[in-house]
Protein backbone atom coordinates (compact mmCIF):
# COMPACT_ATOMS: atom_id res chain seq x y z
CA UNK A 1 0.00 0.00 0.00
CA UNK A 2 1.68 3.28 -1.32
CA UNK A 3 -1.20 5.37 -0.33
CA UNK A 4 -1.75 8.65 1.29
CA UNK A 5 -5.89 8.90 1.91
CA UNK A 6 -7.29 12.21 2.21
CA UNK A 7 -10.88 12.69 3.20
CA UNK A 8 -12.93 14.53 1.42
CA UNK A 9 -11.91 15.61 -1.51
CA UNK A 10 -14.21 18.48 -1.59
CA UNK A 11 -15.38 20.71 1.22
CA UNK A 12 -17.21 24.15 0.87
CA UNK A 13 -17.68 25.80 4.43
CA UNK A 14 -19.02 29.10 5.81
CA UNK A 15 -16.66 31.91 7.45
CA UNK A 16 -17.87 30.33 11.24
CA UNK A 17 -17.87 26.61 11.05
CA UNK A 18 -15.36 24.41 12.13
CA UNK A 19 -14.86 20.98 10.40
CA UNK A 20 -11.79 19.21 9.99
CA UNK A 21 -9.61 17.50 7.09
CA UNK A 22 -8.33 13.92 7.54
CA UNK A 23 -5.10 12.14 6.19
CA UNK A 24 -4.01 8.26 6.60
CA UNK A 25 -1.09 6.59 5.68
CA UNK A 26 -0.34 2.56 6.41
CA UNK A 27 3.30 2.74 5.39
CA UNK A 28 4.81 3.13 8.37
CA UNK A 29 5.93 6.39 7.88
CA UNK A 30 6.86 8.38 10.61
CA UNK A 31 6.70 11.75 9.12
CA UNK A 32 3.88 13.42 8.19
CA UNK A 33 3.07 17.05 6.62
CA UNK A 34 0.48 19.43 5.51
CA UNK A 35 0.66 21.86 2.33
CA UNK A 36 -1.43 24.19 1.22
CA UNK A 37 -1.47 24.72 -2.47
CA UNK A 38 -3.00 27.72 -4.47
CA UNK A 39 -3.68 27.28 -8.03
CA UNK A 40 -0.48 27.56 -10.45
CA UNK A 41 1.92 27.84 -7.33
CA UNK A 42 4.32 25.01 -6.08
CA UNK A 43 2.40 23.63 -2.61
CA UNK A 44 3.45 25.74 0.45
CA UNK A 45 4.86 23.90 3.90
CA UNK A 46 2.40 24.75 7.16
CA UNK A 47 3.56 21.86 9.12
CA UNK A 48 5.67 18.74 9.99
CA UNK A 49 4.95 16.02 12.45
CA UNK A 50 8.20 13.60 13.11
CA UNK A 51 7.57 10.48 15.29
CA UNK A 52 3.90 12.16 15.91
CA UNK A 53 5.30 15.27 17.59
CA UNK A 54 4.89 18.51 15.65
CA UNK A 55 8.34 19.44 14.26
CA UNK A 56 7.94 22.85 12.16
CA UNK A 57 4.78 24.93 12.40
CA UNK A 58 5.20 27.84 8.74
CA UNK A 59 4.32 30.58 11.35
CA UNK A 60 0.76 29.48 10.00
CA UNK A 61 -2.36 31.13 11.50
CA UNK A 62 -4.37 29.75 14.44
CA UNK A 63 -7.29 29.68 12.53
CA UNK A 64 -5.64 26.01 11.30
CA UNK A 65 -4.77 23.45 14.08
CA UNK A 66 -2.73 20.21 12.96
CA UNK A 67 -3.74 16.64 15.02
CA UNK A 68 -1.08 13.76 14.94
CA UNK A 69 -3.29 11.29 17.07
CA UNK A 70 -1.18 8.42 16.13
CA UNK A 71 1.58 7.51 12.79
CA UNK A 72 -1.08 6.78 10.76
CA UNK A 73 -3.46 9.65 10.73
CA UNK A 74 -3.31 13.32 10.41
CA UNK A 75 -5.37 16.02 10.52
CA UNK A 76 -6.01 19.91 10.11
CA UNK A 77 -8.92 21.28 12.44
CA UNK A 78 -10.12 24.42 10.49
CA UNK A 79 -12.00 27.48 11.98
CA UNK A 80 -13.28 30.51 11.40
CA UNK A 81 -11.24 30.73 8.01
CA UNK A 82 -11.30 33.32 5.64
CA UNK A 83 -12.01 33.04 1.85
CA UNK A 84 -8.05 33.54 1.15
CA UNK A 85 -7.64 30.26 2.67
CA UNK A 86 -9.67 28.44 -0.17
CA UNK A 87 -6.97 26.70 -1.76
CA UNK A 88 -5.83 22.98 -2.52
CA UNK A 89 -4.74 21.04 0.85
CA UNK A 90 -2.22 18.27 0.61
CA UNK A 91 -1.01 15.67 2.91
CA UNK A 92 2.12 14.23 2.42
CA UNK A 93 4.07 11.40 4.36
CA UNK A 94 7.92 10.45 3.97
CA UNK A 95 9.81 7.22 5.70
CA UNK A 96 11.06 9.67 7.86
CA UNK A 97 11.79 13.40 7.81
CA UNK A 98 15.18 12.99 6.52
CA UNK A 99 15.35 13.07 2.34
CA UNK A 100 13.60 10.39 1.46
CA UNK A 101 10.26 10.08 -0.88
CA UNK A 102 7.44 12.11 -0.33
CA UNK A 103 4.05 10.64 -0.92
CA UNK A 104 1.03 12.96 -1.19
CA UNK A 105 -2.40 12.13 -1.12
CA UNK A 106 -5.13 13.62 -3.47
CA UNK A 107 -5.68 17.05 -1.59
CA UNK A 108 -8.78 18.33 -0.02
CA UNK A 109 -10.46 21.14 -2.60
CA UNK A 110 -11.33 23.53 0.05
CA UNK A 111 -13.41 26.14 -1.00
CA UNK A 112 -14.55 29.41 2.28
CA UNK A 113 -17.64 31.33 1.52
CA UNK B 1 17.31 29.56 4.38
CA UNK B 2 16.87 27.53 0.95
CA UNK B 3 15.65 28.85 -2.33
CA UNK B 4 15.00 26.84 -5.75
CA UNK B 5 14.21 28.61 -9.28
CA UNK B 6 12.72 27.26 -11.63
CA UNK B 7 13.11 27.87 -15.35
CA UNK B 8 10.92 28.18 -18.00
CA UNK B 9 7.51 29.01 -15.86
CA UNK B 10 6.15 27.36 -19.01
CA UNK B 11 7.42 25.36 -21.66
CA UNK B 12 5.54 23.91 -25.18
CA UNK B 13 7.45 20.84 -27.46
CA UNK B 14 6.15 19.10 -30.54
CA UNK B 15 5.12 15.37 -29.64
CA UNK B 16 8.29 13.16 -29.88
CA UNK B 17 10.71 16.22 -29.35
CA UNK B 18 13.03 17.01 -26.00
CA UNK B 19 12.20 18.74 -23.14
CA UNK B 20 14.58 20.23 -20.72
CA UNK B 21 13.55 21.83 -17.11
CA UNK B 22 16.30 23.68 -15.35
CA UNK B 23 16.42 24.87 -11.56
CA UNK B 24 19.22 26.02 -9.52
CA UNK B 25 19.54 26.14 -5.40
CA UNK B 26 20.97 27.99 -3.31
CA UNK B 27 22.10 26.24 -0.48
CA UNK B 28 25.61 24.34 -0.77
CA UNK B 29 24.41 21.90 1.72
CA UNK B 30 21.54 20.29 0.21
CA UNK B 31 21.85 17.10 -0.83
CA UNK B 32 18.33 15.65 -2.15
CA UNK B 33 16.25 16.70 -5.09
CA UNK B 34 13.65 15.10 -5.97
CA UNK B 35 11.21 16.20 -9.06
CA UNK B 36 7.46 15.99 -9.13
CA UNK B 37 4.97 15.89 -11.64
CA UNK B 38 1.36 17.12 -11.33
CA UNK B 39 -1.46 16.88 -13.41
CA UNK B 40 -4.40 19.32 -13.81
CA UNK B 41 -6.62 18.61 -10.56
CA UNK B 42 -3.92 15.54 -9.34
CA UNK B 43 -1.91 14.81 -6.49
CA UNK B 44 2.53 15.52 -7.19
CA UNK B 45 3.42 12.27 -7.88
CA UNK B 46 8.11 11.79 -7.89
CA UNK B 47 9.08 10.89 -11.32
CA UNK B 48 12.51 11.00 -10.26
CA UNK B 49 14.94 11.93 -7.98
CA UNK B 50 19.19 12.72 -7.03
CA UNK B 51 20.97 12.76 -4.46
CA UNK B 52 24.63 14.58 -4.07
CA UNK B 53 26.56 11.29 -4.52
CA UNK B 54 25.39 11.01 -8.23
CA UNK B 55 25.68 13.36 -11.17
CA UNK B 56 22.87 11.81 -13.25
CA UNK B 57 20.25 9.11 -13.35
CA UNK B 58 18.16 8.11 -16.01
CA UNK B 59 14.85 5.93 -15.75
CA UNK B 60 13.46 4.99 -19.56
CA UNK B 61 12.69 8.60 -20.85
CA UNK B 62 13.53 10.74 -17.90
CA UNK B 63 16.97 11.72 -16.70
CA UNK B 64 18.19 14.24 -14.05
CA UNK B 65 21.76 15.71 -14.24
CA UNK B 66 22.89 17.31 -11.40
CA UNK B 67 26.39 20.32 -10.81
CA UNK B 68 26.80 20.46 -7.62
CA UNK B 69 29.84 23.36 -8.35
CA UNK B 70 27.08 25.07 -9.63
CA UNK B 71 24.48 24.48 -7.94
CA UNK B 72 21.89 23.31 -10.55
CA UNK B 73 20.16 20.70 -11.68
CA UNK B 74 17.96 19.84 -14.51
CA UNK B 75 15.14 17.30 -15.96
CA UNK B 76 15.33 15.87 -19.44
CA UNK B 77 12.30 14.22 -20.70
CA UNK B 78 13.11 12.17 -24.17
CA UNK B 79 10.43 11.57 -26.71
CA UNK B 80 8.04 13.90 -25.68
CA UNK B 81 4.48 12.27 -25.23
CA UNK B 82 0.60 14.06 -24.66
CA UNK B 83 0.81 12.15 -21.01
CA UNK B 84 3.99 13.96 -20.18
CA UNK B 85 1.63 17.32 -20.68
CA UNK B 86 1.79 18.86 -16.63
CA UNK B 87 2.92 20.84 -14.32
CA UNK B 88 6.50 19.35 -13.16
CA UNK B 89 8.41 20.84 -9.67
CA UNK B 90 11.60 20.58 -8.64
CA UNK B 91 12.45 20.48 -5.02
CA UNK B 92 15.52 20.37 -2.71
CA UNK B 93 16.24 19.08 0.71
CA UNK B 94 18.82 19.31 2.64
CA UNK B 95 20.64 16.76 4.83
CA UNK B 96 19.05 16.18 8.60
CA UNK B 97 16.25 19.19 7.36
CA UNK B 98 12.68 17.57 7.39
CA UNK B 99 12.08 20.74 5.14
CA UNK B 100 11.35 20.32 1.04
CA UNK B 101 11.39 23.29 -0.78
CA UNK B 102 9.79 23.45 -3.82
CA UNK B 103 10.73 25.76 -7.31
CA UNK B 104 7.66 27.60 -9.27
CA UNK B 105 7.08 25.14 -11.02
CA UNK B 106 7.16 24.66 -15.00
CA UNK B 107 3.61 24.02 -17.43
CA UNK B 108 4.97 21.72 -20.06
CA UNK B 109 2.84 21.89 -23.20
CA UNK B 110 3.12 18.54 -25.96
CA UNK B 111 2.09 19.68 -29.00
CA UNK B 112 0.63 16.77 -31.06
Known amino acids: DTEVTQTPKHLVMGMTNKKSLKCEQHMGHRAMYWYKQKAKKPPELMFV???????INESVPSRFSPECPNSSLLNLHLHALQPEDSALYLC????????????FGQGTRLTVV | GENVEQHPSTLSVQEGDSAVIKCTYSDSASNYFPWYKQELGKRPQLIIDIRSNVGEKKDQRIAVTLNKTAKHFSLHITETQPEDSAVYFC???????????FGQGTRLTINP
Open chain 2, 91 to 101: AASRAGAQKLV
Open chain 1, 92 to 103: ASRRTAMNTEAF
Open chain 1, 49 to 55: YSYEKLS
